[in-house]
């Protein structure tokens, strides 16, 4: 597949055998989150956003896996360095303080392994003074580990805040810190002493215009200020061990907070000496522009917690936040998956050398300024940060329209919160690329109003 001529080609959507091969799944495999029958070919043509499915369906994909594919389909700038691998078993070893080499010097991998990804992390939050990384399989255990990281550190500190609309992972501990959907965490058992606070949802607001509940008495505190007072507050922040939050919501809707909100946080963090966890397992990695989601705001980490698009887990924080006893974190297969591990330093090393963070930027200001150009009747915002979009509507039932009608076309979209559409399209979306999906997003609007 050329994907500089590639074309959306659509049939039926989904076809016949892509009904058939979801059923086929679906006869053994437990119920999850169900979006809709798209089933990829593996073995047919695909290039960056462009696949194939089992019904020869040629469809443009602008979710990228949750972000979890950053660059799409069989990009060169992953699979050309990946075929000097010769695959060899087991590629996945055991533990975090398992090792794995292919024979040259430390830093002068042909094939990068775990040291190397890790190497490459701390490189990309220096700025925050981070300096070491634990490894895991999931953006769920990256969290689990970063709660675990910061009650040691606290020596056991009762309490922890987490966000109105936060998402965090489906681990019991991850659930725990969730607000969006119930269903994540309907009876569930929990950890306690977990409190949460309005998280913002306009990005140009201020103390005093505040809407969301956040900023009270006219701008002049917080609800969060207000809980953590030593005197009136009813959570000591003596024992507070964690305050974390997704720098930009994913789940709760692609939701982009105003710097007003951020350094509230980050004061109250600062004054009170408690840790910051920035949960980037969706906004990390380069998807908005930046290498973080942070990069944005003005907060410093503590901790950050990170997946996806680095294809393995990772919770990065200063050594000194980590515990020092041995065995008090690990893992069988934490910092062990050789592959994924490689993908993680060839995707870190390609978003540098193409310059993908402008290229985010770019592209992501030609997708907004499509759309809101289009006065799509029915849509009440559009609005990103890089490559990481959101489209809003008036409804749900609206939203879930557009997105059946877009499918329908070939466009592959996600849903997020309860009346959004997020645009995910790879980190090296090309302008014809991003028109292509905008349009096709702005004809099955059409479609359905």
């Not at 303080?97 to 701390?122: C, N, R």
């Amino acid at each position: 597949m050329d994907r500089d001529t590639a074309e959306v080609r659509v049939g039926s959507m989904p076809g016949e055998r892509a009904r058939e091969w979801a059923a086929y799944h679906r006869e053994v495999a437990a119920t999850s989150t169900y979006v809709y029958d798209f089933v990829w070919d593996i073995t047919a043509e695909s290039a960056g956003p462009f696949c194939t499915d089992v019904d020869g369906n040629v469809l443009l994909d602008f979710t990228s896996h949750v972000a979890a594919a950053p660059l799409g389909y069989n990009n060169p700038k992953i699979t050309e360095p990946m075929a000097e691998f010769d695959l060899v078993d087991p590629t996945k070893i055991a533990g975090q303080d398992f090792y794995v080499s292919d024979g040259s010097d430390p830093g002068e991998s042909t094939i990068p392994g775990p040291a190397d990804l890790m190497h490459e992390l701390v490189e990309r939050t220096g700025h925050y003074g981070l300096d070491t990384v634990f490894l895991s399989n999931s953006g769920a255990e990256a969290v689990e580990n970063a709660i675990k990281v910061c009650y040691d550190a606290s020596g056991g500190g009762t309490y922890g805040v987490t966000f109105e609309g936060a998402f965090h992972g489906r681990t019991l501990g991850a659930l725990s810190l969730n607000r969006s959907k119930s269903v994540y965490r309907r009876e569930f058992p929990e950890m306690s002493g977990v409190h949460d606070v309005p998280f913002c949802d306009d990005r140009g607001c201020s103390p005093e215009t505040c809407s969301c509940g956040f900023f009270v008495d006219d701008g002049d505190t917080s609800v969060l200020r207000e809980k953590l007072h030593p005197k009136t507050g009813h959570v000591d922040p003596d024992e507070l061990s964690y305050i974390i939050m997704e720098p930009i919501q994913g789940e709760g809707g692609y939701r982009f907070p105003s710097e007003a909100f951020m350094e509230e946080v980050a004061d109250l963090a600062t004054a009170h000496d408690v840790p910051l966890v920035a949960d980037e397992i969706q906004s990390g990695m380069g998807r908005t522009g930046e290498w973080w989601g942070s990069d944005h705001y003005p907060v410093e980490p503590d901790v950050i917690t990170g997946a996806k698009g680095m294809r393995v887990g990772a919770t990065i924080a200063n050594e000194d936040t980590f515990p020092e006893e041995r065995a008090r974190l690990s893992s069988t297969w934490g910092a062990g998956d050789v592959v994924a591990s490689a993908q993680g330093v060839f995707t870190l090393r390609a978003i540098d050398e193409y310059d993908l963070l402008e290229n985010a930027v770019v592209r992501g200001e030609q997708f907004k300024e499509t759309v809101r150009d289009a006065d799509l009747s029915g849509v009440t915002d559009v609005r990103g940060e890089g490559l990481m979009l959101a489209v809003e509507f008036e409804s749900g039932d609206l939203r879930d329209g557009v997105q059946e009608a877009a499918l329908k076309r070939g466009l592959l979209t996600l849903a997020c919160g309860s009346t959004v559409i997020r645009v995910l399209p790879p980190l090296d979306v090309t302008e014809r690329e991003i028109a292509m999906g905008a349009e096709l997003l702005i004809e099955a609007v059409g479609d359905v109003n």
